[in-house]
C-alpha cells in the first residue's frame, strides 16, 4: 500500500458537467502530482503542486484546475467535461528529495 | 516537448523464458524511473536510474540507463506469472515525469 487515497473510485459524468476528484496523500509528501491514463495508455502529466502553489503543469487546458491543501489533501477539478476526458485520473505524491512517485488507486471517469 | 517511447507495445513470453523491453527518449533525461501496473490497478515504483551507464539488479529484472541518458532498457530472466502486467518508463526532466505507453506483457504457462 502506498498509503494515497483517491475518492470516488467511479464516477459518471454527462458532457457540459463539472467534477471533483479527491486525493490525501501521505503525511510529509509536500509534492502531489496529478495524471490522466487513458485505456491503453500511459500517464499523462497534468500538473504538480507542491507546499499549496502549483509548480508545473503539462499540456492541458486550463478547465484543468487544481488545489493542494495543508492537510496532505488535494483536488483535481475538471470544468465543462468532454467526452475524451473519460479516463482514469491518478494522483500521486511524494517526499523532498525524493523523485519516486507513491500513486493512489485511482478514479475511473466516464463521460457520456 | 519530450516526447518517451516504448517497444514492444506487447510481449507474449513462455513462462521461463527471458525478454527485454526498451525504452527511448527524444531528450537528455536527468533520470528514468520504471514503474508496474498490474491489470486494474496503479502504477507501482520499480526502481530510478540516474547516472549514463548505470544498470541495476532486482532478483530477476535488470535495469539498463545508456551512456546519453536518452535510452534505457529493461530485462527479466525467467519469466514468471507473476511478471505479467504493464511496465512503464517514465523520464524526469524538471518536474515533469513523461511516461511511455508501456508495454503489456502476457505469460504462457
Known amino acids: 500500500e502506498t498509503g494515497v487515497t483517491q475518492s470516488p473510485t467511479h464516477l459518471i459524468k454527462t458532457r457540459g458537467q463539472q467534477v471533483t476528484l479527491r486525493c490525501s496523500s501521505q503525511s510529509g509528501h509536500n509534492t502531489v502530482s496529478w495524471y490522466q491514463q487513458a485505456l491503453g495508455q500511459g500517464p499523462q502529466f497534468i500538473f504538480q503542486?507542491?507546499?499549496?502553489?502549483?509548480?508545473g503543469r503539462g499540456n492541458f487546458p486550463p478547465r484543468f484546475s487544481g488545489l493542494q491543501f495543508p492537510n496532505y489533501s488535494s483536488e483535481l477539478n475538471v470544468n465543462a467535461l468532454e467526452l475524451d476526458d473519460s479516463a482514469l485520473y491518478l494522483c500521486?505524491?511524494?517526499?523532498?528529495?525524493?523523485?519516486?512517485?507513491?500513486f493512489g488507486p485511482g478514479t475511473r471517469l466516464t463521460v457520456l | 516537448g519530450q516526447q518517451v517511447m516504448q517497444s514492444p507495445q506487447y510481449q507474449h513470453v513462455q513462462e521461463g523464458e527471458d525478454f527485454t523491453t526498451y525504452c527511448n527518449s527524444s531528450?537528455?533525461?536527468?533520470?528514468i524511473q520504471w514503474y508496474k501496473q498490474r491489470p486494474g490497478g496503479h502504477p507501482v515504483f520499480l526502481i530510478q536510474l540516474v547516472k549514463s551507464g548505470e544498470v541495476k539488479k532486482q532478483k530477476r529484472l535488470t535495469f539498463q540507463f545508456g551512456e546519453a541518458k536518452k535510452n534505457s532498457s529493461l530485462h527479466i530472466t525467467a519469466t514468471q506469472t507473476t511478471d505479467v502486467g504493464t511496465y512503464f518508463c517514465?523520464?524526469?526532466?524538471?518536474?515533469?515525469?513523461?511516461f511511455g505507453a508501456g508495454t503489456t506483457v502476457t505469460v504462457r504457462a
Open positions: 503542486y507542491y507546499r499549496e502553489e502549483e509548480n
Open positions: 500521486a505524491s511524494r517526499p523532498d528529495s525524493y523523485n519516486e512517485q507513491f
Open positions: 531528450t537528455t533525461l536527468s533520470n
Open positions: 517514465a523520464g524526469l526532466n524538471d518536474y515533469k515525469l513523461s
